[in-house]
Nanobody, 120 residues
C-alpha cells in the first residue's frame, strides 16, 4: 500500500505564492518520477511539472519560470513552489508518483488533491 498526501493549497491573491507538499508513505522501496498535475473545472487534468529521482525537471510552458518543483528523496516528499500566481492557476492540484514497492513491483500512485484558488 502506498499513500500520497498533498498539503499547502489555499486561497491567494493574484501575484501571490503558495508551496505545495506531497508526502509519500507505505511500502516504498524507491520512487522514480514524481509529478504535479492540475485539473480546473470543466477541463482535463494536465501535467504541471515532473522531477526524476536524479533531479531532472520539466515544466509546462504555462508555469515555466513561475513554478519550481523539488524533492527530498530521504523523506519521499515532493514540493511545488508557486510564485506569481494567476487566476488561470486555479485548480485542484494532484501529486503523482511512480513507486517501486518493496513487494508488488511498480505502482502508479495518486494523491487526493489539494485546492488552489487564485483571486484576481
Amino acid at each position: 500500500q502506498v499513500q500520497l498526501v498533498e498539503s499547502g493549497g489555499g486561497l491567494v491573491q493574484a501575484g501571490g505564492s503558495l508551496r505545495l507538499s506531497c508526502a509519500s508513505s507505505g511500502s516504498i522501496f524507491s520512487i522514480n518520477v514524481m509529478g504535479w498535475y492540475r485539473q480546473a473545472p470543466g477541463k482535463q487534468r494536465e501535467l504541471v511539472a515532473f522531477i526524476t529521482s536524479g533531479g531532472s525537471t520539466s515544466y509546462a510552458d504555462s508555469v515555466k519560470v513561475r513554478f519550481t518543483i523539488s524533492r527530498d528523496n530521504a523523506k519521499n516528499t515532493m514540493y511545488l513552489q508557486m510564485n506569481s500566481l494567476k487566476p488561470d492557476d486555479t485548480a485542484v492540484y494532484y501529486c503523482n508518483a511512480e513507486v517501486l514497492r518493496r513487494i508488488g513491483g511498480i505502482y502508479n500512485s495518486w494523491g487526493q488533491g489539494t485546492q488552489v484558488t487564485v483571486s484576481s
